[in-house]
């Protein structure tokens, strides 16, 4: 049993498109969170975490490998290549940080969403390996990979990821190494309807009135599924019944860390374990007039909802309890700062953009000033952002149309100011350090401006990798929620 406090045992916990909002410890009124909460009063919880783009294959494979987009050439939901003859390896050759840990001898076990092409195959360092097929799909009979082999799972999947992750976690307790288990939900992501989701968890949200969920008149860029339990452009203004599903899924995911955590504490090694929880992509339940993410519009969006995440870390001894980060940090400093933090001597990457974040975990203060130079950077095929702590602009490549927003009069983002002549200096410094940045760390190989990215789906490999063959699906909603 692993007692290292330097080399502490690690639980990583990652959702499918829950927006940072959708905690009760963030201050939503209405969710029922409470695991999640308690994580969040006695660690550390993040106010400002941006994904490294608003979809999650592309914000997955960012958190894995401290790649940007147009660095690790994932620019879209995976469609194609994720199982059977067809699959494709899409980080073939890019280091993750679970390879790292598997150097440094942890016991790496993944359970849950993978959904970076070739979904039968351990990658990055995994020696247990229980996955989606795909990417999403129906909570009962969903479509997995157990022992090499697809199956559909008959129980509630947020259930069985996390029976399967307990079953990893007993085979590695009792080992003389640590342990990282990865339990990947495919909650909160749809379908929402009451046949996907056990009747109780529906019953806590029956007369819930959602305050914390915006009703607005659809946005004119948004897209709408054609899914029977999902708001229309016409119903968007009564979703309650599609929020109860959202919600529901949420407190499934609750629950479950719940009883993670239960375990590990019978087994004796809660003590000496890292718990960290994050979401891939934010998501919109009505905001700005969108059901959906980065692709819930087109053109793509990159509003704060979509971009902002939320991120717990919890290590009773070393990290503060109660400590509330106002610091803008991102996904591709993740890995930098889970590596600095378990002390492990991992090859440098100096063509990587991120920087750790470890010291603030550990009580350091970095000052929040709003003249401070530190920008966050997203991207989402040709869209691109630089966000700071006053304000945001979005430049859509080559037509447009742009976005600027001053957050300090505007944090709601409502009042896009591109054309306003006041602001022009201003757009055009942050035009400037957006696009140096993208020029020091894109590949021109995959670089994401020249990809025909439309939200709907990557069939294969970017740019040249692709070698001629469609590499995105054409721009659509028909298919988008079959992932």
Known sequence: MNHDKERPNVLFVLTDDQGYWALGSSGNRDIQTPNLDRLAREGARFENFFCASPVCSPARASLLTGRIPSQHGVHDWIRGGNCGSGSIEYLRGMRGYTEDLADAGYQCALSGKWHLGAAQVPQKGFTRWYVHQRGGGPYYNAPMIRDGKPVEEPGYITDV?????????????????????????????????????????????????????????????????????????????????????????????????????????????????????????????????????????????????????????????????????????????????????????????????????????????????????????????????IRTYVDKLIVRYPYGPDEYYDLEQDPGEEENRIDDRRCALRIQQLRRRMERWFARYADPAMDGRMERVSGNGQLDRAGLKAEGRPNYAPLGHEARWKV
């Not at 016409?234 to 375990?263: F, S």
């Not at 803008?328 to 100096?350: G, I, K």
């Open 161 to 385: 990821i996390t029976d399967k992750a307990l079953e990893f976690l007993e085979e590695m307790v009792g080992q003389d190494a640590p342990f990282y288990l990865g339990v990947h939900y495919t909650a909160p992501h749809s379908p929402w309807s009451r046949a996907n989701h056990p009747a109780e968890l529906f019953a806590l949200y029956e007369d819930c009135t959602f305050a914390d969920c915006p009703v607005r008149e659809p946005h004119p860029w948004a897209i709408f599924s054609d899914a029977p339990d999902a708001p229309t452009r016409e119903n968007a203004r009564h979703p309650a019944e599609t929020l109860k599903g959202y919600y529901a899924a949420v407190t499934g995911v609750d629950r479950n860390v719940g009883r993670l955590l239960q375990r590990m504490e019978q087994l004796g090694v809660l003590d000496n374990t890292l718990v960290i929880f994050t979401s891939d992509n934010g998501f919109n339940c009505g905001h700005h007039g969108i059901w959906g993410k980065g692709n819930g519009t087109f053109p793509l969006n990159m509003y704060d909802t979509s971009v902002k995440v939320p991120l717990i870390w919890w290590h009773p001894g070393r990290i503060p309890a109660g400590k509330v980060v106002q610091n803008m940090v991102s996904a591709y400093d993740f890995m930098p700062t889970l590596l600095e933090y378990l002390h492990l001597n991992a090859p440098q990457r100096p063509q990587l953009p991120g920087q750790s974040f470890a010291g603030l975990l550990q009580g350091e203060s970095y000052p929040v000033d709003k003249g401070a130079p530190v920008v966050v950077f997203d991207e989402y095929g040709a869209a691109r952002m």
